[in-house]
């Protein structure tokens, strides 16, 4: 219901109710869907005081913001700014007190507002207008032309004068729509296209630019043949790599392998002969043939002589006591 209540009691109850049916809905939609938000209110206007009406879905919410905003996420700073700017009308220009300040605002709207709308009828993501070469870039390019400019002068916005009055004036026309891109027709076209080659000729407006290659060859060129020349370098190692590859074959046909299979043959002869050197002991153990094994054993290992000669001292005694008793029987 729109109405203008008349106190402040009466205001400030219908701000509360309105608030707490909000946060109702709000809620409930967080149950039913899932979802989390936030809301600020704040007056604007001077007649009417009321303190910050700040709202978090979740209080959870509200510590990430201060978290993850860098300059700091600070509700009561942010609701005084945007009440100060509600009660200004939400007129930016209100809060810039110098008219080079105003004027630059005012021109970099107007130049935002054009490229927009260059972009919006040319479909084109890419589109910047060039108010320099304008006939040869925007008109004959893209068949379209610019009607109801205001300002005086024709020329880019930064170059425009510093004084507000034009400057609203031409951001007024932008904005309801006065001044705005139109598409050319045919003969249009064609008629501007003539009128600008006669200004080419005598000289009245700037041609393109030549290309400082002009008549050579293009980079575009340079570049595809020296990709053309990496390819062909590629080709020729493949080239190799498949002949050595068919050298390999033919030798492994003919059998001319011989170099790797000496290379075999040398590598696994020693383990061959460590093989055998350790079997043949075993072999001479069993053809009585076991002298380098006990010679070597015996170089080896000292004190197995001198327990066998201990043992046959042991023994020598008994054996010269029995032999004389037989001698007397």
Sequence with gaps: MVGLRLNQRGRTQDVNNVCKKIEDLLHGLKCRVGVEGF???VCN????HMPLRWYFSSQELNKYLRGAIKKGWDPANIGALAEAFAVASCDFMSFL?????KADWLKGEIRDKINTMLVEITRNSKAVMNYVNYERDIVLKYGITLQGWTHEKWANP?????????LRTLLAALESGTCKFEQLTSEELKKRTEEYDQKVAAGEAVARKKRKDTGGKHAGMRR???AEAEDADADMEDDDDDEV???EVLSACTGEKRPSDDANTSEQRPSDDANTGEQRPSNDMNTGEKRPSDDANAGSSKRRPSKRRHKTSSHTPKSAETIPSDVDD
């Design 224 to 226: 595809k043949h020296r």
């Design 158 to 166: 930064s170059d425009l004068s510093t004084s507000p009055p034009p």
């Design 245 to 247: 590859n068919e050298e």
């Design 45 to 48: 206007t001077t007649d009417f």
């Design 97 to 101: 007190r110098t008219s080079k300040s």
């Design 39 to 41: 809301f600020c209110l």
